[in-house]
């Protein structure tokens, strides 16, 4: 062992090289940071704690890769911690929009009143055919964006374009299908 000092950096150097004993150490010295600025995000103690144990395990299967130039290995354990904290934040929100959709989904479902079930059906249908009505590329936007749950994100990767224009298509597909609709309550109910 050499005399340098055991900072988090070497023992991720160490771990690296297969010494579990020094990410041991380094397990020890910085799980505690990792747990405070993942539970800061979460605020639940438990789940805090299974990210803060994800973000460890990612520490242990790609310590190797880590390019010990950029940043002091604390930096990095902050990053991914966060990182992590956000991506659960997002993962229950979206997990509780799609309950929150299937819910609905199957009120509808169970409706009785067979008024309320008509007159919603029609509305339901008069949206889908007046999303036919705008351009294509707002229309698949809209429709990978609110159908197939993409984040504005995966829509841009999945249409081959930058956010921006993704989060535009999406904006302006659903100023031009509110036109069509409230036009067509005004006017003839071409729609609804």
């Known amino acids: 062992m050499t005399g340098e000092a055991v900072t988090p950096d070497v023992l991720l150097r160490r771990s690296s090289e297969g010494d579990d004993a020094a990410f041991a150490a380094l397990y020890a010295r910085c799980f505690g940071r990792v747990f405070e ?7 639940d103690r438990a789940e805090s704690e299974e990210v803060a144990q994800e973000v460890m395990l990612e520490v242990w299967q790609n310590g190797a890769k880590y390019d010990f130039r950029r940043a002091q290995v604390s930096t990095w354990l902050g990053v991914i911690a966060r990182r992590r904290a956000i991506d659960r ?9 799609r309950d929150f959709r299937i819910g609905i989904r199957d009120w509808y479902e169970q409706v009785d009143d067979v008024a309320l079930s008509v007159e919603t059906r029609l509305r339901l249908d008069g949206a889908l055919r007046a999303l036919h009505d705008i351009p294509v590329p707002q229309r698949r936007a809209i429709e990978l964006y609110y159908f197939n749950e993409y984040s504005r994100s995966e829509v841009a990767r999945a249409l081959n374009v930058p956010l921006s224009t993704s989060n535009w298509r999406i904006n302006e597909g659903l100023t031009r299908l509110r036109a069509l609709l409230c036009a067509d309550q005004n006017e003839g109910q071409e729609y609804v």
């Open 37 to 43: 600025s993942v539970r800061s995000v979460l605020r």
């Open 89 to 97: 934040v997002r993962a229950t929100q979206s997990s509780r929009n």
